[in-house]
């Protein structure tokens, strides 16, 4: 092991709360590929401009609705990881705040965590995109199966996934996502830091601490920097926290 848990562990007891901010790494052990790694990332095998973007919504939605959902579907059975549920567990001993996730899987809501700030949406529910009406995602996805694409409203509006395509503006929690970032030392977890703008978020904060397989580009300014699975990195500090600071 390269690092220290002892000091990682001192530095995050000592500068607590904390913001976290997770990305696609933090949700791998949970059996959902991630985007841009070589080979198995899911980009390797769909181009997400031609699938999951708002041009695709309106002007292909054959390919949007048949693919594209497919594809988000895929996260929905996906249960949280230790690594989801020690950052729950965290948030109740007041270590973390909040967390901001890239992820629209929902791991983060079903391991516990109270205070999640979904900046690229989540796939809990869809809208009407004429009368702003809210549906389970389940209408969506059954209005699919039956040959309804686009599937529609009672009002005659086309229904979407309440996630951020791309070409979608950020939701409004990015604003307070921004906030956290500037007032709190923040911990990413399993993102590149290479999607804006959530990576100008690394930017804002006093203090950066980064647990990922793959180098970023806010290495540098990191105190300290993990090269671990999220769930190897998290246990190995909880411990310590546990049993010398807790």
Known sequence: MSWDPEEVARIIFDRQPWVVLTGAGISTESGIPDFRTPKTGLWEHYDPIEVLS?????????????????????????????????????????????????????????????????????????????CRTSFPIEVLVEKTRQGEIPPRCLCGGMLRPDVVLFGDMLPPCFEEAQELAHRLPMLVIGSSLQVSPANFLPSYTPLLGIINLMPTPFDWRARFTIREKASFALEAIHRVLVTKFL
Not at 76 to 91: T, V
Not at 104 to 128: F, N, Y
């Open 54 to 130: 708002v041009e695709a919504l309106y002007h292909r939605p054959e390919v949007f609705f048949r693919v594209g959902l497919e594809v988000l579907m895929r996260f929905r059975d996906a249960r949280p990881n230790k690594a989801h549920d020690i950052l729950a567990e965290w948030e109740r001993l007041g270590i973390v705040e909040a967390v901001v996730t890239q992820n629209i899987d929902g791991l983060h809501e079903k391991a516990g965590s109270r205070k999640v700030l979904e900046i690229h949406g989540h796939l809990r529910s869809g809208h009407c995109v004429a």
